[in-house]
């Protein structure tokens, strides 16, 4: 019997604790596979959700800013920080990495990945960006 997962996971950073949520998704939470991702107030969070009833933290990066989006394809994470840009991570097994941030002339507000490019959306307009090699390259 397949089990459908809750797409939220709340964090009680008073109770330090972990739980699913039964509310509509945030955009601040992604899941692939049985990894899910949370940006908060001032962290990225990875969590293993491989048992729907007890996700378990597995790292925690802080961010520059409050991350608004996450965007992750089960490797590599973007994560919306308004007019702080967007910022760059890879989960590798259990860890997250800072591999690198993208600095845009106004605030952004969402990420999608299209294979090695990363769409962003900022009040601007739209921007493609090659994240293919270790340093993103802004194509337009």
Known sequence: ???SLPSRICVDSIK???SFCESRPSPSTSISSNKALIA???ELLLFDV???TQPTELDRLPLVSRGWV???DGERIAVVLGSAGV???RADEDQLEKTGHISLPSSTFDVAFDGDAL???AFTGAWLVDVHGPN???LG
């Open 1 to 3: 019997q397949n089990q």
């Open 16 to 18: 330090d604790t972990t």
């Open 40 to 42: 908060s107030d001032s």
């Open 50 to 52: 491989s048992d729907p």
């Open 70 to 72: 996450v965007a992750y």
């Open 87 to 89: 910022g760059l991570y």
């Open 119 to 121: 769409w962003i959306a």
């Open 136 to 138: 993103p390259v802004i």
